[in-house]
């Protein structure tokens, strides 16, 4: 069965850090590639960070550039995506996300991505 499973999110101060942590089972991790997602109350999902399961490649929003580190750990079939200097605007949930089989499209796209966990709620405050 394919799981992917969130953690790491909450509130914190705008210019705070959190680490998000996206466990994903090992069917799941042999997935051409992984991605972040947010959505805020009233707005489409979209694309924060992606990485690429073999070789690392990463592709973030330009909204994140500079703030926000995806990362990957293949031992523990696990994704981070490292939050810093956060802003108000930032407030999201946050998904993970898979494309298992063929890599097709944009890789910040949710449209490219076949499997989703549940998400995790980050809240920034001023």
């Known amino acids: 069965q394919v799981q992917l499973v969130e953690s790491g999110g909450g509130s914190v101060q705008a210019g705070g850090s959190l680490r998000l942590s996206c466990a994903a089972s090992?069917?799941?991790?042999?997935?051409?590639?992984m991605g972040w997602f947010r959505q805020a109350p009233g707005k489409e999902r979209e694309g924060v960070a992606a990485?690429?399961?073999?070789?690392?490649?990463?592709y973030y929003a330009d909204s994140v550039k500079g703030r926000f580190t995806i990362s990957q750990d293949n031992t523990k079939n696990t994704v981070y995506l490292q939050m810093n200097s956060l802003k108000p605007e930032d407030t999201a949930m946050y998904y993970c996300?898979?494309?298992?089989?063929?890599?097709?499209?944009?890789?910040?796209?949710?449209?490219?991505?076949?499997?989703w966990g549940q998400g995790t709620q980050v809240t920034v405050s001023t």
């Open positions: 990485i690429y399961t073999s070789g690392g490649s990463t």
């Open positions: 996300a898979a494309r298992v089989g063929s890599s097709v499209g944009w890789p910040l796209l949710p449209g490219t991505y076949n499997h």
């Open positions: 090992e069917y799941t991790y042999s997935s051409n590639r």
